[in-house]
């Protein structure tokens, strides 16, 4: 039976409350900027198209093995929380208004 997360309190996290979490971006702070700027918009762009390196690529203008290897470093950064659908939703989301207001293409 699937059970819906209404909340982020003890009863939507089954009972465990996991406390604040750091921003979602916070990973991206231990890159420089020019780099830290490249992920965000890889994992922006992975976020939006939920595709494959080619539809990511193709979107950012770069190489497949470049979208590849950059996926793989924003999967070192952030670890299993990037297969969290919430920690997605909140990233996408903050990645999104960066992009609204410049600090992204």
Do not use: K, N
């Amino acid at each position: 039976m699937h059970r819906a997360h209404r909340g982020a309190g003890p009863a939507a996290t089954g009972g465990a409350d996991r406390g604040p979490h750091p921003p979602p971006s916070r990973p991206l702070d231990s890159c420089g900027p020019a780099h830290g700027r490249r992920l965000a918009e890889t994992l922006l762009a992975w976020l939006e198209t939920r595709g494959g390196a080619p539809e990511v690529a193709a979107r950012l203008g770069v190489h497949p093995q470049t979208v590849r290897y950059r996926l793989r470093q924003i999967r070192e950064l952030w670890g299993a929380e990037i297969d969290d659908p919430d920690r997605r939703f909140e990233l996408e989301l903050v990645l999104r208004a960066r992009r609204l207001r410049g600090d992204l293409s």
